[in-house]
C-alpha cells in the first residue's frame, strides 16, 4: 500500500466565537493515509471538524501540530484542486464559463491561445458540454458545479478536494452528478477527498468511507465499498449495499448517541 | 420599457397647464407651461445658456473623475487591510457625515473664487460616496472566491486584479452613480453661493432675483435633465459593463 497522502497526529483549535478565552478543539491527532488514485469520503455529525480537516489538506488554514504531506509535499507546495459547496460564490461571473475553466491555467501564465486550446481539449476529455461564451449565472446548478470541478482539475492538481459539492442541488441533479463524478475520476485517475452530509452519497462514491466522531472528529470507522465501477444509483436497492449502509447507520447512530 | 412610465410625467404636465389656465396659481410663481418652452428654445436657439451649460458641466466632470481617481484606489486599500479601515473609519465616517455645503467656505478660502473651488467641492462629493462604496465593494469581496484564489496559489496581484476589484466593481458603480448625482447638486449649489461668471446655478439665482419666472424655470429643467439623463446612461452603461451583479 503507498501512502500518497498522510495526515499525522494533527491537531487544529479555533477560537470560541462566543466565549473569546476558550478555545474548541476541533481536531486532536488526526491521523489517516490515503492512496493514490483513491476515492475517499467522510461522513461524520454537523461541525465535527470535516470541513477544518479538508481545509488543512489544501493549505487553507495551518495545523496546531501535526503535518500533513501529499506526495511528499506539505499543501503549501502541492497543487491543490478544491471545490466548494457554493458554486455559485466559488465562480468568478465577470468571466465566461470557458475562462473561467481555464482559470488556473490563466494564473500560471499560460497564452491566451494555448489555455483556450487546453481547456476545450479537457472539457471534450471529461465530456462536459457546457456553452463557452455564456456566463456561469447563465447555467443550471449542476452545470455550475462541473463548472468548478473542471476548473480544480484542468491543472492537474495533486489531489482533488471537494466539500459537500452537491448540497445545494436537487435530488435529481445530485444523481446525475454522483455518476458524473466517478466518470471524471475514472478518466483523471485522481485521488479525490470528498466530504459529504449524505450517507447514501458518501457510501456509493467511496472506495472507502471515513465514518468521523464529534468534535474533535476522530475515526469511528473506515468503511470499504468494493463494489464494481460505475455504480448508478440503482446499486442503492442492491442487498449488499443496504447491508453496508446499514452497518455505516449503526455506528453513526452510536456516535450520536457518544 | 413598461407604457405606465409615462403617465406621471403627463399627470404633472396636465396639472401645470390646469394650474396655470385656470389662474390658480399666479404667473409669477408658476409661469404658463408654453412660455417656459418658448424660453427654453430662446435659451438655445440664441446660444445664450451654453456657456453656462459648458462651465457647469466642466466642473461637474472635472470634479467627478478626480473624485473616482481618488476615491476608487483609496477606498479599495482600505478595505483591503482590517488595520487601515479600524483606524480610518471614524475620520470617514465624520467626513461623510459633515453637510458638504457648510464646507463651502473652507473651499473659498482654499481655492478662491474660481474654478477650482467648484471643481474641488464636486470632486468631494463624489469622492466621498465613491470612496466608501469602493471600501465595502473591497470588504464584501465573497470569501469563496478568496479561497478559490489560495487554493490555485495565485499571487498577490493576481488575487487583487483578478478576484478582488472585479468583485468589488458593482459597488464601486453603484457608488459613482451616487457620486454622479451628489457632485452635480453640489456644483450647481456653489455656483448660487460662492458666485461666478458662468454656470446654471448662476443663471437660476440671477433670474430669481429679477422674477424673470420663464428663465429660472428653463434653467431648472435643464439641470435636472442633465441629472437624471447622466443618471439614467451610467445605469444603462453600468448594466452592460457589470452584466453579473446581482446574479
Given at each position: 500500500?503507498?501512502?500518497y497522502?498522510?495526515i ?43 470541513t ?14 501535526g ?21 455559485q ?7 465566461t ?93 485522481k ?15 467511496a ?52 | ?37 418658448a ?21 461637474w ?12 484606489p ?27 455645503m ?6 473659498l ?11 474641488s ?70 455656483e ?56
Amino acid at each position: 500500500m503507498n501512502e500518497y497522502i498522510k495526515i499525522e497526529n494533527v491537531s487544529k483549535t479555533f477560537l470560541n466565537a462566543t466565549e473569546k478565552n476558550r478555545r474548541v478543539e476541533v481536531l486532536n491527532g488526526f491521523t489517516l493515509t490515503v492512496h493514490k488514485g483513491e476515492f475517499l469520503t467522510f461522513f461524520g455529525p454537523n461541525a465535527c471538524g470535516k470541513t477544518t480537516l479538508l481545509s488543512i489538506v489544501a493549505g487553507l488554514i495551518l495545523t496546531n501540530s501535526g503535518s500533513v504531506l501529499i506526495d511528499g509535499k506539505p499543501p503549501s507546495q502541492a497543487k491543490i484542486g478544491f471545490v466548494f459547496q457554493n458554486y455559485q460564490n466559488s465562480l468568478l461571473p465577470w468571466r465566461t464559463n470557458i475562462d473561467n475553466v481555464a482559470l488556473s491555467l490563466e494564473l500560471e501564465g499560460i497564452s491566451k491561445k494555448q489555455r483556450l486550446g487546453n481547456t476545450r481539449d479537457f472539457l471534450r476529455k471529461l465530456d462536459v458540454e457546457i456553452p463557452e461564451g455564456s456566463y456561469p449565472y447563465q447555467l443550471s446548478g449542476g452545470q455550475q458545479q462541473l463548472l468548478c470541478i473542471a476548473r480544480a482539475l484542468i491543472s492537474d492538481p495533486d489531489v482533488l478536494v471537494m466539500d459537500e459539492p452537491f448540497n445545494q442541488l436537487d435530488f435529481q441533479t445530485r444523481m446525475g452528478m454522483n455518476e458524473k463524478i466517478q466518470d471524471i475520476w475514472i478518466k483523471t485517475g485522481k485521488t479525490i477527498l470528498f466530504v459529504s452530509h449524505d450517507l447514501e452519497e458518501a457510501i456509493l462514491l467511496a472506495d472507502r468511507v471515513v465514518l468521523l466522531t464529534k468534535r474533535p472528529a476522530r475515526i469511528s470507522k473506515i468503511l470499504e465499498n468494493k463494489f464494481s465501477r460505475p455504480r448508478k444509483s440503482r446499486v442503492l436497492q442492491n442487498e449488499d449495499f443496504f447491508k453496508l449502509r446499514s452497518e455505516a447507520l449503526n455506528i453513526f447512530d452510536k456516535v450520536l448517541r457518544e | 420599457m413598461k407604457k405606465e412610465i409615462i403617465i406621471g410625467p403627463v399627470l404633472l404636465l396636465i396639472l401645470w397647464v390646469l394650474l396655470t389656465s385656470l389662474h390658480i396659481v399666479k404667473p409669477i410663481f408658476l409661469p404658463p407651461i408654453w412660455s417656459v418652452i418658448a424660453e427654453l428654445y430662446k435659451l438655445f436657439a440664441s446660444g445664450n445658456i451654453l456657456g453656462d451649460l459648458g462651465s457647469t458641466l466642466m466642473r461637474w466632470i472635472i470634479g467627478l473623475i478626480i473624485g473616482v481617481a481618488i476615491g476608487v484606489p483609496v477606498g479599495m486599500f482600505m478595505g483591503y487591510s482590517d488595520k487601515i479601515y479600524s483606524s480610518l473609519e471614524i475620520i470617514v465616517d465624520f467626513f461623510r457625515s459633515i453637510p458638504a455645503m457648510t464646507l463651502f467656505p473652507l473651499f473659498l478660502v482654499f481655492f478662491g473664487l474660481g474654478d477650482r473651488a467648484k471643481i474641488s467641492i464636486s470632486a468631494w462629493g463624489a469622492l466621498l460616496y465613491v470612496l466608501v462604496s469602493a471600501m465595502y465593494g473591497v470588504k464584501h469581496s465573497r470569501e469563496t472566491r478568496l479561497m478559490v484564489a489560495k487554493t490555485l496559489k495565485a499571487t498577490p496581484i493576481q488575487t487583487f486584479t483578478k478576484f478582488v476589484f472585479p468583485d468589488a466593481l458593482p459597488e464601486i458603480a453603484g457608488g459613482i452613480r451616487v457620486g454622479i448625482s451628489l457632485s452635480l447638486i453640489l456644483v450647481v449649489a456653489s455656483e448660487m453661493i460662492m458666485g461666478t461668471r458662468l454656470g446654471l446655478g448662476k443663471r437660476i439665482f440671477d433670474a430669481a432675483l429679477i422674477y424673470n419666472m420663464n428663465e429660472m424655470y428653463a434653467t431648472i429643467i435643464i439641470a435636472g435633465l442633465l441629472g437624471y439623463l447622466s443618471n439614467k446612461f451610467f445605469l444603462l452603461f453600468e448594466t452592460r459593463a457589470i452584466h453579473w451583479a446581482g446574479k
